[in-house]
T-cell receptor, first 116, second 114 residues
Framework: GAVVSQHPSWVICKSGTSVKIECRSLDFQATTMFWYRQFPKQSLMLMATSNEGSKATYEQGVEKDKFLINHASLTLSTLTVTSAHPEDSSFYIC????????????FGPGTRLTVT | QKEVEQDPGPLSVPEGAIVSLNCTYS??????FMWYRQYSRKGPELLMYTYSSGNKEDGRFTAQVDKSSKYISLFIRDSQPSDSATYLCAMSPPVAGNNRKLIWGLGTSLAVNP
């Protein structure tokens, strides 16, 4: 149980283009989903918290106009990196919290983004 | 001072050893404690989840919380090469509402050598 998928698992795009990453909870409903960014050999950096049907809450220093988050249903959240630049290259991971859960988060496998 | 401190290692042990991984924290309000395992280029996997103080055991894994010392531990018995991964601690105080988020340690890199 508590399976989260992400798509795509890796993507290469050109500078200036936009990339959309999908995060789905497959066997549970998630009111809340989280988007993280992780650089090599570093810990998880929370970018934003998204709640179904409402605007995402972004962490300090994260540009909300650059990283667009949509949480349209209890099983799907999307992150769109707009006008991507090479410095946006990173490992993006989503997590979801079960409706019945308290604090535990279940993670997707991650998406590796490379911007050339 | 960071809210959660975790030695990044790397930690290298022989197969079969008992591994001890630790985190310290500064916020006495933290009540929920988790350990995640992350293999290279994968998302973290929830291993153990404890509330408040005490011990919790699951197979070869034991999680301990000492709130008086603000110290949590994860013990791995009979370690296996497949346990080689990064182990992250995460914790949170009780917070109302949906935006309950976790505070993360840096992660400890563990290598179990055959």
């Amino acid at each position: 149980g508590a399976v989260v998928s992400q798509h795509p698992s890796w993507v290469i795009c050109k500078s200036g283009t936009s990339v959309k990453i999908e995060c789905r909870s497959l066997d549970f409903q998630a009111t809340t989903m989280f988007w993280y960014r992780q650089f090599p050999k570093q810990s998880l950096m929370l970018m934003a918290t998204s709640n179904e049907g409402s605007k995402a809450t972004y962490e300090q220093g994260v540009e909300k106009d650059k990283f667009l988050i949509n949480h349209a249903s209890l099983t799907l959240s999307t992150l769109t990196v707009t006008s991507a630049h090479p410095e946006d290259s990173s490992f993006y991971i989503c997590s979801a919290r079960d409706l019945q859960g308290i604090y535990e988060q279940y993670f997707g496998p991650g998406t590796r983004l490379t911007v050339t | 001072q960071k809210e959660v401190e975790q030695d990044p290692g790397p930690l290298s042990v022989p197969e079969g050893a008992i591994v001890s991984l630790n985190c310290t924290y500064s916020n006495s309000a933290f009540q929920y404690f988790m350990w995640y395992r992350q293999y290279s280029r994968k998302g973290p996997e929830l291993l153990m989840y404890t509330y408040s103080s005490g011990n919790k055991e699951d197979g070869r894994f034991t999680a301990q919380v000492d709130k008086s010392s603000k110290y949590i531990s994860l013990f791995i018995r009979d370690s296996q090469p497949s346990d080689s991964a990064t182990y992250l601690c995460a914790m949170s105080p009780p917070v109302a509402g949906n935006n309950r988020k976790l505070i993360w340690g840096l992660g400890t890199s563990l290598a179990v050598n055959p």
